[in-house]
């Protein structure tokens, strides 16, 4: 219904980098919180990622703070996520998501979520 499309994946080496975008449309970006989560092969959902509707405040799951930065451009309508440090164990499907809400919390509705982009580290 929404579109939103990730890009900017694909593979690194351990300790590389990488910086994955969603672009959205549609929608009026900036009233909404976004997030992104993961998926590795086998496994559940993990959420990864949430920044409020203005940008202003930020959260991470412990497996990637102090490595992962969320942004976002509402000029541009997209956001972004800066993969610092990667680890063999960052190898997922990364999932942009669209919260019904503008805070950025972790528990909050969700209306929309991308196709999702593969992120795979390894040697």
């Known amino acids: 219904q929404v579109p939103l499309v990730e890009s900017g994946g694909g593979l690194a080496q351990p300790g590389g980098s990488l910086r994955l975008s969603c672009t959205t449309s549609g929608f009026t970006f900036s009233n909404h919180a976004m997030s992104w989560t993961r998926q590795a092969e086998g496994k559940a959902l993990e959420w990864v990622s949430g920044?409020?509707?203005?940008?202003?405040?930020?959260y991470y799951a412990d497996s990637v703070k102090g490595r992962f930065t969320i942004s976002r451009d509402n000029a541009k309508n997209t956001l972004y996520l800066q993969m610092n440090s990667l680890k063999p164990e960052d190898t997922a499907l990364y999932i942009c998501?669209?919260?019904?809400?503008?805070?950025?919390?972790?528990?909050?509705?969700?209306?929309?979520w991308g196709r999702g982009i593969q992120v795979t580290v390894s040697s």
């Open positions: 920044i409020d509707s203005d940008g202003n405040v930020a």
């Open positions: 998501v669209k919260k019904d809400l503008p805070r950025a919390t972790r528990a909050g509705p969700v209306s929309a």
